[in-house]
């Protein structure tokens, strides 16, 4: 009975936000041909009656049907509107209209993905992110010092250039397609990017410092299909548990800041949520089952986000080698 209830608890959830999905739906429907700047915002020039003819019965109605327990309408309503957010978006970009719509179909894609696993599989499974290259496994341990330290070379390379880089640069190209980017006043973008500079800076040196530790201490890399062999307490780690993560929501916001635009900070910042009920707890449960007492002995003493000054007592070694089973 009590895992019949846990099941069926999270289930009532996705339930719950697919019948404010369908409510919300309506009303920025009524919105729609009642207000012109509500569909001028949000549909730009398309043709309200022919979009109303597809997303009416598909999102709100098929939300609603969601909502009183029909699996598939689920599954249904979650298809259309991740279609339709690809759809707008694309729209967006060619046309330079309707970002605010896009902007709200990013939410209800994402909202709907969430509710739709609720409803299917009772939980959301986030071991799904560990899968591939980004399985959890061990470095090989007999690999010379110098490997371990290209390899997370390489990785900081692809990695910073792809979440630093690329994907901000496309979420700032996006924001001003999109009409969403405010006018600033000169002296406030001249203020942004120093700071961000300044940050970007500090945030990397500290990324580069703990990857370094990692590398040279854990005999391992920050990739979780390569991690270390050994538990690292030494360098950044001592002060706090995640410093490279810690470093990476750092510098997603000082680009951010550079570009002078909100939606990059909001994706570091979504970053971060993610990393934080997703990815930290399955790292830390497989931290816990290969390191055991000296792990928790860690995470008692170490705080997770905000770094303890000053610095906590280390442990006994720099890196402390799992127990021999």
């Given at each position: 009975m009590r895992a019949a209830h846990c099941y069926?608890?999270?289930m009532s959830w996705g339930r719950l936000y697919f019948a404010v999905q369908a409510l919300g739906g309506a009303a920025w429907w009524i919105a729609v041909f009642s207000i012109p700047a509500v569909r001028t915002a949000t549909l730009g020039s398309l043709d309200p009656v022919l979009v109303a003819a597809f997303d009416v019965p598909l999102f709100v109605l098929g939300s609603a049907l969601a909502a009183a327990g029909v699996r598939i309408a689920a599954a249904v309503a979650t298809v259309w509107t991740v279609l339709v957010m690809v759809g707008l978006a694309a729209w967006a970009t060619v046309t330079t209209?309707?970002?605010?719509?896009?902007?709200v179909m990013i939410v209800a894609a994402v909202g709907s993905a969430l509710?739709?696993?609720?409803v299917l599989l009772g939980r959301i499974p986030t071991e799904w992110v560990t899968f591939g290259p980004l399985a959890f496994r061990t470095a090989d341990p007999d690999a010379p010092r110098r490997r371990n330290v290209l390899?997370?070379?390489?990785?900081?390379?692809?990695?910073?250039g792809l979440f630093l880089g690329v994907i901000p640069l496309v979420?700032?190209?996006?924001?001003?397609?999109w009409r969403l980017h405010p006018p600033l006043p000169d002296a406030l973008v001249t203020a942004s990017v120093v700071?961000?500079?300044?940050?970007l800076v500090a945030a990397s040196a500290l990324g580069i410092a703990s990857a370094a530790a990692m590398a040279t201490q854990g005999k391992g890399t920050?990739?979780?299909?390569?991690?270390?062999n050994r538990l690292v307490v030494a360098g950044p780690y001592r002060s706090v548990r995640n410093p490279m993560a810690l470093a990476g929501i750092a510098q997603g916001v000082a680009v951010g800041l550079l570009l002078s635009s909100w939606m990059v900070v909001v994706y570091a910042l979504a970053g971060s949520i993610v990393w934080n009920c997703i990815v930290r707890p399955l790292e830390e449960a497989d931290l816990e089952h290969r390191f055991g007492d000296d792990f928790r002995r860690y995470a008692d003493r170490v705080r997770c986000w905000v770094p303890r000054w000053p610095i906590a007592a280390s442990a006994p070694a720099d890196a402390i080698s799992p127990p021999r089973r």
């Open positions: 069926g608890a999270p209209e309707a970002g605010v719509g896009v902007l509710a739709l696993t609720l390899a997370t070379v390489l990785q900081i390379v692809v990695f910073w979420v700032a190209f996006a924001e001003h397609r700071a961000g500079a300044v940050a920050p990739l979780p299909s390569a991690m270390p």
